[in-house]
T-cell receptor
Framework: KNQVEQSPQSLIILEGKNCTLQ??????????LRWYKQDTGRGPVSLTI?????NTKSNGRYTATLDADTKQSSLHITASQLSDSASYIC??????????????FGKGTKLSVKP | DADVTQTPRNRITKTGKRIMLECSQT?????MYWYRQDPGLGLRLIYY???????NKGEISDGYSVSRQAQAKFSLSLESAIPNQTALYFC???????????????FGPGTRLTVL
């Protein structure tokens, strides 16, 4: 069964600290993996997209890694800020962009950054 | 993303009522999608459209219908709303990318629908 599992479900950290969110998937065939940030009451916003040939991709203080062999990804947030408080969603795409590109969404990790 | 707008942003209705949620985009994308999000669950695809004449069912289309009135507009209808359709609804758009490996979707701000 195609699944995307994220851990932890929720996380509380202090401002300025680093954290790492995990994503394991069993989606096949694999096309790409995305990390989205979703602020409360808002739509998801893309942070990174990686294909199987990409091991790491950065977007400012966000760095995503992908191990296509073990089917694991992580999102590392450096020097957290209060504005990083959000849900982070891991999404795996089954097909290339020529078709609908079936997306399998994880349930998200809810991150709270405290002052 | 301000280029994808949804109306209304919040709606409370009663069981059995017909409801329409609207989505408009100025990104010039051909592809549009409707998702719902429930607490503790990932987003689930309801319907998608690749162009004006194209409508496709997603994972959870029962109880919903859609209309693609123009490239920029995609509406979701609940013909007879029921309480378990209470959820956050998102519209999204995408384009056929130059690199087909990167089929990024851009989401609207969401519509919070409550069915009493």
């Amino acid at each position: 069964k195609n699944q995307v599992e994220q851990s932890p479900q929720s996380l509380i950290i202090l401002e300025g600290k680093n954290c790492t969110l995990q994503c394991n998937y069993t989606v096949s065939p694999f096309s790409n993996l995305r990390w989205y940030k979703q602020d409360t009451g808002r739509g998801p916003v893309s942070l990174t997209i990686m294909t199987f040939s990409e091991n790491t991709k950065s977007n400012g203080r966000y760095t995503a890694t992908l191990d296509a062999d073990t089917k694991q990804s992580s999102l590392h947030i450096t020097a957290s800020q209060l504005s990083d408080s959000a849900s982070y969603i891991c999404v795996v795409s089954q097909n290339y962009g020529g078709s609908q590109g079936n997306l399998i969404f994880g349930k998200g990790t809810k991150l709270s950054v405290k002052p | 993303d301000a280029d994808v707008t949804q109306t209304p942003r919040n709606r409370i209705t009663k069981t059995g009522k017909r409801i329409m949620l609207e989505c408009s985009q100025t990104k010039g994308h051909d592809r549009m999608y409707w998702y719902r999000q429930d607490p503790g669950l990932g987003l689930r695809l309801i319907y998608y459209s690749f162009d004006v004449k194209d409508i496709n069912k997603g994972e959870i289309s029962d109880g919903y219908s859609v209309s693609r009135q123009a490239q920029a507009k995609f509406s979701l209808s609940l013909e007879s709303a029921i309480p378990n359709q209470t959820a956050l609804y998102f519209c999204a758009t995408s384009d056929l990318p130059r690199d087909r490996r990167y089929n990024e979707q851009f989401f609207g701000p969401g519509t919070r629908l409550t069915v009493l």
